[in-house]
């Protein structure tokens, strides 16, 4: 039985060299055949600017008395809903809605935001 020689191969890639059998270096394909042809592929084409976003509409909104269902205030802007609420004792005796286009329905204000819209009231 022969000895095998052993040898430090530095060109991997990544982490560093390897020990290596001579035999595996002296037959390594890269020494013996052509090297392959670089691949470079085509450019990729730009894709098309997305649309410019249609500006929002103003809201709309929907004010309704909480005990006797009665509508206060439909289709109204920010500012009519402000003079609405200003008649109301408390966010709580109203259900404010928002117009939401896409759905096309009427869009019941969550808590938070019938509590921002209250303290924009109290602001003006």
Do not use: C, H
Request: net charge positive.
């Amino acid at each position: 039985m022969g000895r095998k020689v052993w040898v430090l191969e530095t060109s991997t890639k990544g982490t560093g060299a390897n020990v290596v059998p001579l035999e595996r270096v002296l037959k390594s394909p890269s020494s013996t055949s052509t090297p392959t042809p670089l691949y470079v592929p085509p450019k990729q084409s730009r894709p098309a600017p997305a649309p410019e976003p249609q500006p929002r509409a103003p809201r709309r909104f929907k004010v309704v008395d909480l005990l006797s269902r009665e509508v206060l205030g439909e289709d109204v802007g920010t500012r009519e809903t402000m003079e609405i609420l200003r008649r109301v004792r408390s966010v709580v005796d109203v259900n404010l809605y928002v117009w939401e286009p896409e759905q096309e329905r009427w869009r019941l204000l969550t808590l938070a935001e019938q509590g921002a819209m209250w303290e924009l009231r109290e602001r003006q």
